[in-house]
Nanobody, 115 residues
Framework: QVQLVESGGGLVQPGRSLKLSCAAS????????MGWYRQAIGKQRELVAT???????VYADSVKGRFAISRDNSKNTVYLQMNSLKPEDTAVYYC?????????WGQGTQVTVSS
């Protein structure tokens, strides 16, 4: 069972940046599609960004131009660089991994954007 461990969340002021990391266990990381979802209080979980095994990425409209997803297969890690953060980006951010029909979620990391 692949495990995903997120890190990098915290409290940040509007307009500042934060970088999330998600480390995956196992030996087949390079074959996984990876991504980030988020869930704010009282809202449904929503896609933030995904990246395929080949490096193609997809972003939610709300984060395009501000967030960037990347992966380092040598470190079994996927990253989410978040710039120009807004209060509405406040949420628990979950790492996500998919291969075939198998999906795994991380435990989540809280990101709070507030002055």
């Amino acid at each position: 069972q692949v495990q995903l461990v997120e890190s990098g969340g915290g409290l940040v002021q509007p307009g500042r940046s934060l970088k999330l990391s998600c480390a995956a266990s196992g030996n087949n990381f390079r074959f996984y599609a990876m991504g980030w979802y988020r869930q704010a209080i009282g809202k449904q979980r929503e896609l933030v960004a995904t990246i395929t095994s080949g490096g193609s990425s997809v972003y939610a409209d709300s984060v395009k131009g501000r967030f960037a997803i990347s992966r380092d297969n040598s470190k079994n890690t996927v990253y989410l660089q978040m710039n120009s953060l807004k209060p509405e980006d406040t949420a628990v951010y979950y790492c996500w991994k998919k291969i075939f029909d198998s999906i795994t979620w991380g435990q989540g990391t809280q990101v709070t954007v507030s002055s």
